[in-house]
């Protein structure tokens, strides 16, 4: 087993855009990527060699946004011609297309199930379409500003969306209500997305920032600040484990959320970049950016050696649950504040290196995630740092016995996980194991 992680590294640099890529996602059986660009396009790139590649023409204006349905079988777009266009991904690339907005559409999300399609647009509004009637179903009215990205969580139940009135907003689909606002101050964010458990949201914003909430909380977990422009995009590993960003300062960096620090910083776009993605299940990721081209990387990092899940004891590695609506709380505005969590790096200078790797210690002390920061039941404030005797009065011999317990708990939990680990791992290669066996026998049969 290897001792540690492994580079990224290009494999595909795709040219055909005669102009920026504006938006990158994949096919989720692996085998196409599709782009879009202020050309006016919609490009789906076959990852196999010597496969050409289709360009799709319909759109009267600029395409800002694109996806893929769960099963693969249609492509959404959206443009600033106010439409949205659903494409078959193949030679023939038939389209159907509908009025979305009154204004330029930003983006474009299918639901988990592939039955809902949700667009943001700078009509300041959200709304919810049936994918297979084409139908539009309900909006979501609370922004005062153009809406730049709206994302389903991952059970469908929420949508995240972000504006340029320095606002993120979480909605329930079933009550069609705001349940809850994040504001800052500083700048908006271009890109807001949920993580692969439903729990986190991270956004990328024009202040240079990357910031990650527990919405059940309302608490903020990380902020890294680690760009030296504005972040255009940003994309979650399957695992939950890493998150890459894409920004105006031609790079494309990798955060490892487990130990809060910034992983890589990769170079190969000429210009500012503005669309990143990881593929369904991590083993690749691609970019887009001004220079008009497209580049696929292969991730390498997307497996956690068991050494160094051993070295994060600290460190829950098991995905929580998805929240329910009531256990988002409190339902109130909530201020961006940056707090002790913040993870800043000078900005790696753009040469001729493909790759620089940056070691930047975290600020996070793990004891930190699980007990410093408790929520004070009078104020509702998630980050006022208390102990037990200054809500409860309890004596401090007590109270230091409670967290012994509390301590050891979680060191129960930690290790618990490590075991969950280990016996995945050992289920992986047991199940290898018996394919290469497989494989053996059917070579010797024929």
């Given amino acids: 087993m290897a001792s540690a992680l492994e580079d990224p590294n290009l494999e595909h640099n795709f040219k055909g855009h005669k102009d920026v890529v504006t938006s990158v996602d994949f096919n989720p059986n692996n085998k196409q990527l599709a782009t879009t660009s202020i050309d ?20 009267k204006d600029a395409v800002m946004s694109v996806h893929f349905s769960p099963s693969g079988h249609l492509v959404a777009s959206a443009s600033r011609d106010k439409t949205v266009r659903l494409w078959t991904p193949n030679v023939k690339g038939t389209s159907t297309t509908f009025t979305a907005h009154s204004a330029v559409v930003r983006s474009v999300n299918f639901s988990c199930d592939g039955n809902f399609l949700v667009t943001a647009s700078d009509d300041k509004s959200i709304k919810v379409w049936n994918t297979h009637q084409q139908r539009f179903l309900l909006s979501f009215k609370g922004h005062n500003n153009w809406v730049r990205s709206a994302r389903f969580s991952p059970d469908g139940r929420l949508v995240v969306s972000c504006s340029d009135d320095r606002t993120v907003k979480i909605w329930d689909t079933v009550s069609r209500e705001c349940i809850n606002t994040f504001t800052d101050y500083r700048g908006f964010a271009n890109f807001v997305d949920f993580n692969p458990s439903g729990t986190c949201i991270a956004s990328a914003g024009t202040d240079n920032t990357v910031k990650l909430w527990d919405i059940r909380i309302n608490k903020l977990l990380q902020h890294y600040q680690v760009h030296s422009a504005s972040v255009n995009c940003l994309s979650f590993h399957p695992s939950g484990n890493y998150l890459i960003t894409a920004s105006s300062d031609c790079t494309l960096k990798i955060m490892d959320l487990l130990e809060g620090r910034l992983l890589y910083t990769l170079h190969g776009h000429q210009g500012p970049i503005l669309a990143v993605t990881f593929s369904r299940h991590g083993e690749y990721f691609a970019s887009g950016g001004s220079d008009s081209q497209v580049l696929v990387w292969k991730t390498n990092f997307d497996s956690i050696p068991y050494n160094k899940v051993l070295k994060s004891l600290s460190v829950r590695t098991n995905p929580d649950p998805a929240p329910h609506i009531t256990d988002i709380h409190p339902r109130i505005p909530h201020l961006h504040t ?13 040469h001729s290196p493909s790759l620089v790797t940056n070691q930047v210690n975290s600020c996070l002390d793990p004891s930190h995630r699980v007990s410093s920061h408790a929520m004070d039941p009078a104020s509702g404030d998630p980050g006022i740092t208390s102990t037990l005797e200054d809500h409860t009065g309890i004596p401090p011999t007590f109270a230091s016995t409670l967290g012994h317990i509390v301590e050891q708990l979680d060191v129960l939990t930690q290790t618990v996980s490590i075991l969950e680990q280990r016996l995945t791992m050992t289920e992986d290669k047991l199940q290898e194991c018996l394919d290469n066996q497989q494989t053996v026998q059917q070579v010797t049969t024929s």
């Fill in 338 to 350: 940056s707090g002790p969590q913040l993870i800043q790096s000078k900005a790696a200078e753009s």
């Fill in 40 to 59: 006016k396009c919609l490009m789906i790139w076959n990852l196999k060699p010597q496969t050409r590649a289709y360009r799709f023409t319909g759109h």
